[in-house]
């Protein structure tokens, strides 16, 4: 029995399994986001999250610690250079796992897993951009007239400066008159 055995294997041996978790890990680095089944992710976020702690710490140990894990020297280089100074400042949850649509073969749950800082959906900046308007009576139309009412205002009050002043409230005078009539 597994009692208290929280290790998700994978259905694989432990040699199997490592070396799977270590590509696995160098992708994600390498790419900032892969998608792959939602079991692998899970597991990949307790293989991937710590080695990301240690690159924090620019050693030449934890330089070695995180190669024996991922066995690739561009990855462990683009980790302690790039991705290390984008979390510099996070203090855990590096990662985030997205579910997916199930696929279609054999309908395993699929997900994305991306590291947070690397997003392009959730970012700050597209959040800062983008201003949701509150929804009031005639709102819409006040917001869509205002600014063709602020060009003609200008255009009048030039036309107001170039012809004389009594011209302008003689013509109002009429029209206001004919309607109160």
């Known amino acids: 029995m597994r009692h208290g055995n929280k290790n998700n294997h994978l259905g694989r041996t432990t040699s199997h399994r490592k070396a799977m978790l270590s590509n696995m890990a160098t992708s994600l680095i390498l790419h900032k986001r892969i998608t792959t089944t939602l ?85 700050v900046d597209t959040a800062a951009t983008v201003k949701k308007s509150t929804r009031r009576r005639g709102g819409a139309a006040k917001a869509k007239t205002a600014a063709p009412v602020a060009a003609e205002e200008v255009a009048v009050a030039e036309e107001v400066k170039e012809a004389p002043v009594a011209e302008a409230p003689a013509a109002d005078a009429p029209e206001t008159e004919e309607k109160g009539e």
């Open 39 to 123: 079991a692998k992710a899970k597991v990949l976020r307790g293989y991937v999250e710590p080695l990301l702690t240690k690159s924090k710490n620019d050693t030449t140990h934890s330089r070695r610690t995180v190669f024996s894990y991922l066995q690739d020297k561009e990855a462990t280089t683009i980790l302690f250079r790039e991705v290390a100074e984008k979390i510099a400042n996070r203090p855990g949850g590096y990662t985030r796992i997205i579910k997916l649509e199930n696929r279609l073969g054999d309908n395993a749950e699929m997900a994305i897993i991306e590291l947070v800082d690397y997003n392009t959906v959730y970012g």
